[in-house]
């Protein structure tokens, strides 16, 4: 067994699964009724208590880490687990699917990453939803819960920690050249990218800029305050300066990061 407990106060008890650890962050919620493989490797996640509303979670299993188009995994957003938790209704215990290669509690054990079943997911959604941003900890019995404090994971530069520290390039034989800051990228936007013809040199968050190495500069998604992200800021801002800037796009925390760029502020929503 083990408790969710909320920094207002409010607790739900449930059956631990996955690896058995105490674990801190914030809570978030994911609406989609399949892709737990997909979100739980989404860096985007880093340090996220990841709540699923779906009732059954597990009921696929979890495919084997395989290599597919330009070298990226098939089936993974990312090289390994990223939430901290998994907070779920239910949870499957006999999967059954063609590519399921193990259970969603044996992958979960593998990775150390301890997971929570038997929660009102519903009521749980409806607080965050209500309240905003909220921290929690999961902690299993026996574990003293002052031994476990509230971590607010974003006052830390999570973008550093997901991003890779060396440029990498997929589909060297494109026709134009893209340039992605890693700032916490999903393969699959890789992937999307040398599907329609580019030649991707991926770089890390910091990384300098020159309009002269690329077509096109698209910033990725990624996790925490982008306010973080002094480096990347600047970066950018210098290639959208110059008298003929090549086009800049991006995703999810990289449209935050376009908006600082260009002097705009940005906010935590609820």
């Known amino acids: 067994m083990a408790t969710l407990i909320l920094e ?25 009724m399949v892709g737990y493989p997909e979100a739980l490797t989404d860096p985007s996640y880093r340090c996220q208590l990841l709540t699923l509303t779906y009732p059954l ?14 070298g990226l995994s098939k089936w993974f957003e990312s090289y390994k687990i ?3 938790a998994l907070i779920i ?15 969603l509690d044996q992958w979960l054990k593998e990775q150390g990453i301890p997971g929570l079943q038997g929660v009102d997911t519903r009521c749980l959604t ?17 574990t003293p819960e002052e031994s476990i404090p509230f971590d607010n994971p974003d006052k830390r ?13 997929f589909n060297h034989s494109g026709s134009f050249h893209i340039t992605v800051l890693d700032c916490g990228i999903k393969y699959n936007q890789i992937r999307c990218l ?4 580019a030649r991707v040199t991926v770089v890390p968050w910091d990384h300098p800029l020159d309009t002269a190495d690329f077509d096109g500069l698209f910033v990725s998604n990624g996790p925490g305050d982008p306010q973080l992200c002094q480096a990347t800021i600047n970066n950018v801002r210098k290639v959208i300066s110059v008298d003929q800037p090549k086009p800049v796009f991006g995703i999810c925390l990289g449209h935050q990061l376009l908006s600082l760029v260009i002097g705009a502020k940005t906010y935590k929503m609820k």
């Open 57 to 70: 979670v597990g009921n696929y299993g979890v495919p084997m880490d395989e290599e597919g188009e330009f």
């Open 157 to 169: 530069n999570l973008v550093r920690e997901v991003s890779m520290k060396e440029p990498k390039v």
């Open 126 to 142: 409806k607080k965050i939803r209500e309240k905003g941003t909220l921290l929690g900890k999961l902690i299993v019995d026996g």
């Open 8 to 32: 207002d106060g409010t607790t739900f008890k449930g059956r631990q699964f996955g690896a058995s650890m105490s674990v801190s962050g914030e809570i978030v919620f994911q609406t989609g």
């Open 89 to 103: 209704g239910e949870l499957s215990e006999s999967p059954s699917h063609w590519s399921s290669a193990k259970s």
């Open 82 to 84: 990223h939430a901290a």
């Open 194 to 197: 040398a599907q329609r013809g």
